[in-house]
């Protein structure tokens, strides 16, 4: 196998579809070379991630390498064009008078995932993945929790299609308007591993070549998404979701509208303070009346931090607090300039969305304050 190709472009290849190995350290990425076209692809057991580099291309071949590595060091040779080549036990990069040899990884040649899908269907690139890094957040992240935690739920609404997320302590959804790449069945809901989407979303900005479309592809045991010339493929989740919706509800007695960079500005001024006690539960306490908020820290021993801002707020007077790392969370990922939270008790989930809209909803319990 021997190629020419764009330094960049080759090390972005390897780094991404290296992702999908995710901790199988003796595993690494193919290289299949063919008619000017080098197709990289990174097989781990629940997803696959494959690009096409465009090369000028000596001899065809395949390859195997270490993907953090081999990327490593073609991101530390000069830019522009690199030689690659191989004789079958060793690959070498060469540019200038800078040159590199590895050993290559054994072919194990990891069964593919079968790929057993319906047509695919055209979105909007920058709609989904902003949809995506609104309820991924809410996923957990500890593996040796019920798979149904890690998940986002796909689901068909009346106006499109619904993603859902939760950990079992707070709940994000985002409901995408005029999307359909859900089976025709009405009663159709598939559960995608949080983290196969938290990837889709950094390669989809890593991507050079975009054409702002993302083609989705589902079927009843995987699903595939294609952006430019990257493919990622992943296993559904097989199991059934939660009921979310008894959490939903169509209004709250009080209701708090506040500026949310003035919000998001203050609770991380008062989260440094909170950090000092993380494992003591410490939390951000809100002090609601008429036109203030005052968020308040205090930790035994420590210190005390106060803020106040400017808000708007209707129902009784209220007092409130949450973990700050998680409010945080639900704030941020608000689109709107003013930010709206929800309020029934102190003993029930609050929920924080858009000003204008419910589009986007995150709901979260509230922790008992002192």
């Known amino acids: 196998m021997k190629f020419l190709c764009e330094r960049d472009e080759l090390s972005e290849a390897v780094i991404g579809a290296g992702r999908a190995l995710g901790s199988r350290g003796s595993s690494g990425v193919r290289l299949e070379l063919s008619s000017n076209i080098c197709t990289v692809i990174g097989n781990g ?5 494959s690009v096409s580099v465009d090369v000028s291309t000596v001899e065809d071949g395949i390859a195997v390498v270490p993907p953090t590595l081999f990327g490593d060091l073609l991101k530390s040779m000069p830019e522009g064009a690199i030689e690659v080549s191989s004789d079958g036990t060793t ?21 593919r995932l079968r790929q057993q899908l319906n047509q695919p269907v055209v979105l909007s690139d920058k709609d989904f993945t902003t949809a995506l890094r609104q309820v991924t957040r ?33 709940l994000a959804l985002r409901d995408l ?32 070549q975009s054409s702002g479309e993302l083609a989705i592809s589902m079927g ?12 990622l493929l992943t296993r559904l989740i097989d199991g059934r979701f939660r009921d979310y919706r008894q959490l939903l509800q169509p209004s709250y007695p009080r209701v708090l509208i506040a500026e949310k960079t003035a919000l998001i500005e203050s609770i991380r001024r008062l989260r440094r303070m909170a950090r000092e006690a993380r494992d003591m539960g410490t939390h951000v306490k809100f002090e609601l009346s008429n036109t203030t908020l005052k968020l308040s820290v205090r ?40 930010v709206r939270i929800e309020f029934t008790e102190n ?24």
Request: proline share 5%; with cysteine.
């Open 91 to 111: 690959v070498h990069m060469k540019a200038g008078r800078t040159e590199f040899a590895l050993q290559l990884l054994s072919d194990l040649d990891t069964p």
């Open 177 to 208: 308007d005029g999307a359909d790449f859900l089976p025709s069945d009405d009663e159709v809901e598939v559960i995608v591993p949080a983290r196969a989407l938290t990837e889709l979303d950094r390669l989809s900005h890593q991507a050079r």
């Open 45 to 49: 057991p629940e997803m696959s991630i």
């Open 138 to 170: 809410a996923a957990s992240k500890d593996d040796s929790r019920d798979l149904l935690y890690t998940g986002v739920l796909f689901t068909k609404i009346d106006s499109g299609i619904r993603l859902v997320c939760t950990d079992g302590i707070r």
């Open 347 to 370: 003993n029930r989930p609050a929920c924080i969305s858009n000003s204008d809209n419910r589009e986007y909803q995150y709901l979260l319990m509230p922790v008992k304050f002192r």
């Open 299 to 338: 930790i035994p021993l420590v210190g005390q931090a106060e803020d106040e801002i400017d808000v708007t707020f209707s129902g009784d007077e209220f007092v409130v607090a949450f973990d700050p790392e998680l409010l945080s969370d639900g704030v941020e990922a608000v689109e709107s300039e003013f």
């Open 220 to 231: 009843t045991k995987e699903a595939a998404f294609q952006f430019g010339n990257w493919t």
